[in-house]
């Protein structure tokens, strides 16, 4: 969930009906678990096979912890725990995954409130039992968007190298000037990610002066450049 969770911290606890400290909630709201997974969406996927930072959640409950095989990258301490996710396992996770399992990589530093963890359970439950209300929500859920579909003006057809500075030039003929320090690149190898040989440029931070330039796999990066200056 990383520094999306900041939206989860910001949920107040006046939102749901209070509950005693460390008490689950035996019922949560699934339509209301949707709306707090959306700050776990840009780490996290409900589509099985699609791994981000983190693993894909399609069927946590009831899987054991470190097992999805397609990701590469859990800690020692998630994979050796033996844990199972259930409601209770991932309540306790949610809570404060630094303590209930130390030295795992999750940056996420929890979710106080009782309420909104038991809602945001019953939506992964019901998501991984296949409850038709749970995946009828999964459209509210953000999705990154499809990078073989990205508009003229984002696909990359020449990337010039000078000195200090990065010359993009995309599908609608323009051309951006770059710092090489606030140009980023990078890789998306799922069916998500750009066609090979044909590099998307994703905007980032709000002044429009940073960017990152994503490629099919990671040999296209060096070929794509050109070193000239004019």
Known sequence: MGALAIVLLGI????????????????????????????CAGCHSLEAGRNMAGPSL???V????????????YSAALKGSGITWTAQTIDAWLTNPAVFIPGSAMPFRGLPDPRARADLIAFLAGVSNKNPAAIA????????PRLTEAPPGQRVTALRHCRDS????TADGQTRPFWEFDLRFKTDTSDRGPNKKQPVLVGQGMSGDRAQIVFAEPGEISAFINNRCE
């Open 137 to 144: 929500q999964i459209d509210r859920v953000p999705q990154l």
């Open 58 to 60: 399609a069927g946590v």
């Open 62 to 73: 009831g899987r054991k912890a470190g097992s999805v095989s397609s990701f590469l990258r």
């Open 12 to 39: 107040t606890a006046g939102a749901w009906p209070a509950l005693a400290a460390g008490q689950v909630s035996s019922v949560g709201n699934i339509a209301n678990g949707a709306e707090v997974f959306r700050a």
């Open 166 to 169: 990065y010359f993009v030039t």
